[in-house]
């Protein structure tokens, strides 16, 4: 497996998830936000990554997948509520033992910070985000050219 099948693996989960569909959630794609497809968005993309090796032929990579959850906002109170509402299904997914694939180890959610307000330019909020980071390890065999 490599970063791109593991984040698609995830994606997958995502996508699986109450309130989610291929409508509403993307791999880096930024612009779906202003396709008003939905009121909700949920965006992966990479983070930091470190590889341990083992021994010559064999290692482990620890990657980071950063998912944004996007809630447009209506009023104090709605935004955050529905906002909570999305993170709390993707927590239930996603905690679930190697996100159903076994070669990936390890999946978690690692961390989240403070929902921030996404404001305009003229000034008010227009989304409120959660990002939340995804942690995941591939085992992985190196076969040399002979």
């Not at 993309?45 to 021994?55: D, K, Q, S, Y």
């Not at 996007?70 to 993707?90: E, M």
Request: aromatic fraction near 14%; glycine fraction near 8%; hydrophobic fraction near 40%.
């Amino acid at each position: 497996m490599s970063y791109s099948a593991g984040e698609t693996r995830i994606l997958a989960l995502i996508q699986a998830c109450t309130g989610f569909s291929a409508t509403n959630t993307s791999q880096s794609d930024f612009k779906m936000l202003s396709g008003g497809h939905s009121d909700h968005y949920a965006i992966l993309r990479p983070g930091a990554f470190a590889i341990e090796w083992h021994a010559i032929t064999s290692y482990t990579a620890r990657y980071v997948t950063v998912l944004e959850v996007w809630q447009r906002y209506t009023d104090d109170t709605t935004t955050q509520t529905n906002l909570f509402g999305y993170v709390n299904n993707l927590f239930a997914i996603l905690a679930y033992p190697h996100g159903g694939d076994s070669s990936m180890s390890d999946l978690t959610i690692r961390s989240a910070g403070d929902p921030k307000e996404m404001w305009t330019k003229e000034g008010g909020p227009q989304w409120l985000k959660w990002e939340l980071e995804i942690a995941w390890d591939e085992q992985a065999t190196v076969t040399f050219a002979g």
